[in-house]
């Protein structure tokens, strides 16, 4: 099973500011299966960056994605006040489980 | 309007068991995978399960393999989640999830799963 790892845990920036969030796996991973998702208190968790660089649909630009191999990175380029939440990544490798990062959280300093 | 609405969650004793379900609108149900997708309080995500657009495979996480069984209905757009022998550690927020593949392109609100005695 694919351990996924996300760095820093908390990440306390103010708004306007840029947002750097790592994720690293512990075995390669295809880059067609790293996704990203955004979530905020009492809410499900919304589809970010597909593909490991993918927007999906309605994602505003100053979301991106990068990275290949076992290491990814999602970049918030300014924070809006409603950026202010919960970050996952996520793998699907050759086969199930399907495995999540323990979350990055981003939150006002 | 696509959407997913999950129904069935509730207070259940140690080794009790729960079906949730899962109705889907907006889109061609009978034509994508559906994910199960868990979180205990304060906690991650923990993918559960997954069926294909047919029924014809299945996957589970460790965790709930032999306990839990996921099914389908495409005749009533409805995904299931036939829960026995629940455990302390099965409380989570149970959420539906379309699959895209093998990301979740649809959440469900959720449903909240508590078992204690």
């Known amino acids: 099973e694919i351990v996924l790892t996300q760095s820093p845990g908390t990440l306390s920036l103010s708004p306007g500011e840029r947002a750097t969030l790592s994720c690293r796996a512990s075995?390669?991973?295809?880059?067609?299966?790293l996704a990203w998702y955004q979530q905020k208190p009492g809410q499900a968790p919304r589809l970010l960056i597909y593909g490991a660089s993918s927007r999906a649909t309605g994602i505003p630009d100053r979301f991106s994605g990068s990275g290949s191999g076992t290491d990814f990175t999602l970049t918030i380029s300014r924070l809006e006040p409603e950026d202010f939440a919960v970050y996952y990544c996520q793998q699907y490798g050759s086969s199930p489980p399907i495995t999540f990062g323990p979350g990055t959280k981003v939150d006002i300093k | 309007q696509v959407q997913l609405v999950e129904s069935g969650g509730g207070v259940v004793q140690p080794g009790g068991s729960l079906r949730l379900s899962c109705a889907a609108s907006?889109?061609?149900?009978?034509?994508?995978?559906m994910h199960w997708v868990r979180q205990a309080p304060g906690k991650g995500l923990e993918w559960v399960a997954f069926i294909r657009y047919d029924g014809s495979n299945k996957y589970y996480a460790d965790s709930v393999k032999g306990r839990f069984t996921i099914s389908r209905d495409n005749s009533k757009n409805t995904l299931y989640l036939q829960m026995n022998s629940l455990r302390a550690e099965d409380t989570a927020v149970y959420y539906c999830?379309?699959?895209?593949?093998?990301?979740?392109?649809?959440w469900g609100r959720g449903t909240l799963v508590t078992v204690s005695s």
């Open positions: 075995q390669s991973v295809s880059s067609s299966y």
């Open positions: 999830a379309k699959d895209a593949p093998w990301y979740f392109d649809l």
């Open positions: 907006g889109f061609t149900f009978s034509s994508y995978g």
